[in-house]
């Protein structure tokens, strides 16, 4: 029978995580499904949820590791079959790709689930008022929300129990205005407000991408580059608001893990 020190793990012994998660937003065009393709651990099982694209930016980076479930809803407005159809293909995509050992689930569309999620609460919402003989809601009262935060805890919970790291991106807009200082219409610093903030607290670290063009220097020609700022980080609180150029995910783990494990 275990003594009660048996029970007990020293700090000499206890090994520093093998899996991260990072919350990714930002702009369209700012680089978060580049950051996620060229640069996650592979094999990469990536939920396609965002309206855009990402083949080319996979047969440029030359991967032969990453296998896409496209669930694009296909438009703005979804019937109630559609918006159940696709949460349905994104529960069952989840829950086998966290069957592996190895390597990374992301989520390109984390605002696109947020609105299936927040569709599918107002229509069974608006069908216990119909049930009650009351009229449909036009949108989803705020004390309504409980089934989309449970729905996020429980994905939150499952990656975090599983082998695979986990990625998911947002689009966020920064919000332009005129300060009245005759300069006309420019960015303020400030962002749009997230659809859910449960994410960004959930994952070991959140980051905002964002990218511009850099001028020709010598013999290299002028080029786009990506850029992180690294906004939360639970794991360590040191490196809140450090800013990496043409970040990799390597890199940024580098940044939390414990650099003796790593060198093991």
Known sequence: MPTLEDLWTPSSEIKAPTRWSMDIWGGGGAGKSHFIITTAPGPVYYILLDMRDPAPIIKRSGRKDIFVRDLRPGGVLLTEKQVSERLTGFKAAMDQALKHEEGTLAIDGGSVLANLLEAHALIEYNKRRVQNKKPAEDKLPALQRGSINATINDMLAATGASHMNFAITHQQKEVWADEGDGKGVK?????????????????????????????????????????????????????????VTNPTWKYLVSLLADDEDEDE
Not at 200 to 224: L, N, Q, T, V
Not at 229 to 243: F, L
């Open 187 to 243: 960015p303020t610093g400030t962002f749009e407000a997230r659809e859910n903030s449960q994410i960004e607290y959930g994952a070991d670290m959140a980051i905002r991408m964002f990218s511009r063009w850099a001028s020709a220097i010598k013999d290299k020609p002028a080029h786009m580059e990506h850029y992180a700022k690294i906004v939360r980080c639970k794991i360590n609180e040191a490196i809140t608001q450090m800013t």
